[in-house]
């Protein structure tokens, strides 16, 4: 009967112990949780051919980036525009749309994943959502007049994958086209004698008119001249006379000089005082196909020049302009 007891407290005394060390292993501070899984990630380069121009002023074609792929079942986190090219430029010379697709119906795209002005640190869109079966990821660039020429081996955009989503919800960057500052640009175009100066406004572009100079030499042929510098809308209607009453003129065989700032514009003939208007540049973005005319008057085609041109206008490229 003794030994049954003893062999019974033996083993009371072990669970005891037992149930001890499990509540001390419970509670023990320097016990560690197995890391929970890192998430699978992975990054999507869009490939690009960069913009083609031809020259500054002059029609641009847009740049379209190649197609990539996304894994079904992960969730796209983010999208970024990348690339040495396109995110160093000012801030106006290019503008990029990054949109998903359906391989089944690339034609019509889902969303719009990133729109805006690319720039040295773009903010990164958080699209944050499930990828469905054949979804791919696309960019549209279009370039104003200083886009690069030629070809760049670079990613377009950069797309963040993963088998998790992220906590924080849903944020695209969208920015519309002509926001912001746009990119100064000038030029200094030749004229043909006989050709009054006309400045159009290229493709894809608008722009907000800055500054202009420029020299008209006359012939011999009698008559005065006096330019009148006007602001044509792209259907061809006169908007803006900034002659504002100025009569400023010149006979033959003569120098007369133009400039216009945005202190207003100021004339003046070789040799000879100059005059002055406060008539001031007005602060509008002119649509592509809108051009600045000098429309001197008493112009002789057969031998008046114009020389010594230049011009400055912010520019902002326009996917719809």
């Not at 019974?8 to 499990?22: I, K, P, S």
């Not at 190649?66 to 079942?73: E, W």
């Not at 051009?291 to 002789?300: G, K, P, S």
């Not at 057969?302 to 719809?320: C, Q, R």
Request: contains cysteine.
């Amino acid at each position: 009967m003794r030994s049954f007891r003893s062999f019974g407290q033996r083993w009371a005394g072990l669970a005891v112990l037992l149930q001890l060390l499990l509540a001390g292993a419970a509670f023990n501070p320097g016990r560690r949780e197995p890391p929970p899984p890192t998430p699978h990630t992975q990054t999507i380069g869009v490939s690009a051919i960069n913009c083609v121009t031809t020259g500054p002023g002059t029609s641009n074609t847009v740049w379209t980036t190649a197609t990539a792929d996304l894994p079904a079942g992960d969730w796209l986190i983010s999208v970024i525009p990348v690339g040495a090219d396109i995110c160093s430029a000012p801030h106006g010379r290019y503008f990029l749309v990054s949109q998903l697709l359906n391989v089944k119906n690339a034609a019509n795209p889902i969303q719009n994943v990133w729109s805006g002005y690319t720039y040295q640190g773009a903010v990164a869109s958080f699209p944050n959502m499930r990828i469905r079966q054949g979804m791919q990821v696309t960019s549209i660039v279009w370039g104003g007049t200083n886009g690069s020429t030629g070809q760049v081996n670079q990613n377009g955009v950069i797309a963040w994958v993963s088998d998790e989503p992220i906590l924080g919800g849903t944020w695209i960057y969208a920015e519309p086209p002509g926001s912001g500052d746009g990119e100064i640009i000038g030029n200094h175009p030749t004229f043909a004698v006989g050709t009054d100066v006309t400045i159009t406004v290229p493709s894809l572009v608008r722009w907000r008119w800055r500054g202009f100079r420029g020299e008209l030499t006359t012939d011999a042929t009698a008559g005065t001249r006096s330019p009148h510098p006007l602001w044509i809308d792209q259907n061809g209607h006169q908007t803006i006379d900034w002659n504002s009453g100025d009569t400023t003129t010149v006979g033959p065989s003569s120098i007369i000089w133009l400039s216009i700032s945005d202190s207003g514009i100021s004339r003046g003939q070789s040799g000879g005082a100059a005059s002055s208007s406060t008539l001031l540049i007005p602060l509008m973005k002119w649509s592509a196909g809108s051009a600045f005319e000098t429309n001197t008057q008493n112009f002789d085609p057969s031998g008046d020049a114009w020389t010594n041109v230049s011009f400055l206008a912010e520019e902002w490229v326009y996917p719809n302009p």
